[in-house]
């Protein structure tokens, strides 16, 4: 029922009467903590640690401050939280694809997408932490062994693992930078990291034996035919 102009009561339309408040969906905590995830994902890489109020990251997520202090004990800790997200994606290009090239465009096209990205993750935004240092160098050493394995190396060779090492300190410094030059497409960078990672295998040729390089495609002939990645078996 509704008043008119004079206060008498009429009839509601049937489309008035159909109307009814939306209900809330309620979210699993799972899903709650994904969508914190995401927003602290895009404040922390577009504003300094120091500008960031835990207040903020709560309005933007649409939840009180207290109830995100349930999810994540404080700014700190879901800074951390947020790293090991963004190191979880960025590992996954030896994870899920069975070729370099389209796992680098991933990784690529996450950090096109937030450009203060790289620099926040690689280059440690909260400053000088322990915690912050141990995390980076755990995933740098799994990568090292997700992209070494991949390329179907099982004995170690030092050579290798040496370039290999140089080859990701590479693709995380052309990360921060290609962010800053529009002129540069994703396909040429992809293209560089490959034929970097190529070259550098190629040079240390000499310490894998005969039968690995010839299947890896180094003796020189085959270079550039067969994918660079071939499978993680998990690894």
Not at 114 to 137: F, Q, T, W
Request: with cysteine; glycine share 8%.
């Amino acid at each position: 029922m509704q008043h008119d102009d004079q206060g008498k009561v009429t009839p509601m339309s049937a489309g008035e009467m159909s109307v009814r408040p939306e209900k809330r969906v309620r979210l699993s905590r799972e899903a709650r903590i994904r969508h914190i995830l995401a927003v602290s994902q895009r404040l922390f890489s577009t504003h300094a640690y120091d500008a960031i109020a835990i207040e903020d990251i709560a309005a933007e997520v649409g939840m009180s401050k207290g109830l995100l202090y349930h999810y994540f004990a404080s700014k700190r800790d879901l800074y951390l939280a947020t790293l090991r997200h963004v190191l979880a994606q960025m590992m996954q290009f030896t994870d899920i694809h069975s070729d370099l090239h389209t796992g680098l465009s991933e990784t690529l096209s996450m950090f096109e997408q937030y450009p203060g990205l790289a620099k926040m993750v690689l280059r440690a935004g909260i400053g000088s932490d322990d915690e912050v240092d141990a995390l980076l160098a755990t995933y740098r050493q799994q990568q090292l062994g997700r992209v070494y394995h991949g390329l179907g190396f099982s004995d170690s060779h030092p050579l290798v693992l040496l370039g290999l090492q140089g080859w990701l300190s590479l693709l995380e410094e052309v990360c921060m930078q290609w962010v800053l030059r529009p002129d540069v497409t994703r396909e040429q960078v992809v293209l560089l990291l490959e034929e970097s990672l190529r070259a550098i295998l190629i040079s240390a040729a000499s310490a894998v034996p005969a039968t690995e390089g010839a299947y890896l495609g180094l003796d020189g002939q085959t270079a550039g035919m067969q994918p660079l990645i071939t499978a993680t078996d998990g690894q």
